[in-house]
């Protein structure tokens, strides 16, 4: 931990922005690992199991009960079909599209500005370097031999810290970034392919339900 305060420190002004794309990063990485892997990942073969017994067996409050019960998003997008399902089909489909719109952008947001911050990062460590260039350019034109060196170790330490500091922000966020990228399609496919697997189901026995 010193020598990480010790580089902190002698990476200069550009250090601070770094830190602050770092604490944005885990902060946005957290809170979607605990979204998409806790509250929006479910069990799709039980899912549909138990709403393929539960439907042909046209008990439609206890599918509407259990669907209500369940926290990830296509229970919510099903749940809002099954509500509409003693009127047209058209309703039904309406109600599960509009849910769709509502669910969606949930599972969709924020991940995308992990490879924003990765980039913000990777960019702030470039002009760290930059500026610790300078100041060892500087240092080797403008103040005196017998000062010259350390001033030009002073530079070249603010330059190698930054890019350093930067690289190790960016790094980690396209890396979350592939991670939960893969996870957000890979929930977005199985709602897709689940959500018209279930609209099928409901309208196909949409006469038992209503009764």
């Known amino acids: 931990m010193r020598f990480i305060a010790e580089s902190f420190e002698k990476g200069g002004l550009f250090m601070w922005p770094i830190l602050c794309a770092s604490l944005v990063l885990y902060a946005i990485a957290i809170e979607r690992f605990f979204f998409l892997y806790l509250r929006a990942s479910f069990n799709k ?4 199991k138990t709403l393929h017994s539960t439907i042909f067996a046209g008990q439609l409050d206890k599918v509407v009960k259990y669907t209500a019960a369940q926290r990830f998003p296509l229970a919510r997008i099903i749940h809002a079909g099954l509500l509409k399902v003693r009127g047209a089909p058209e309703d039904v489909q309406a109600a599960m599209d509009g849910a769709a719109l509502r669910e969606l952008p949930k599972i969709e ?4 500005y992990l490879a924003m911050v990765g980039n913000i990062a ?4 470039l002009l760290g ?4 260039m300078i100041v060892s350019f500087a240092a080797v034109a403008n103040v005196e031999a017998s000062a010259k060196a350390a001033e030009l170790a002073r530079g070249i330490s ?6 350093a500091f930067g690289l190790l922000t960016a790094i980690p966020a ?3 970034y592939a ?9 977005i496919d199985d709602m897709n392919e689940s959500t018209v697997h279930v609209m099928n189901l409901i309208l196909e026995n949409r006469d038992k339900l209503a009764n």
């Open 45 to 48: 073969e039980m899912f549909i």
């Open 109 to 112: 947001k924020r991940t995308p």
């Open 122 to 125: 990777m960019l702030l460590g």
């Open 129 to 132: 370097t930059i500026s610790g």
């Open 158 to 163: 603010e330059a190698m810290n930054c890019t």
């Open 174 to 176: 396209l890396i979350f």
């Open 179 to 187: 991670i939960l990228q893969g996870k957000t399609q890979a929930l």
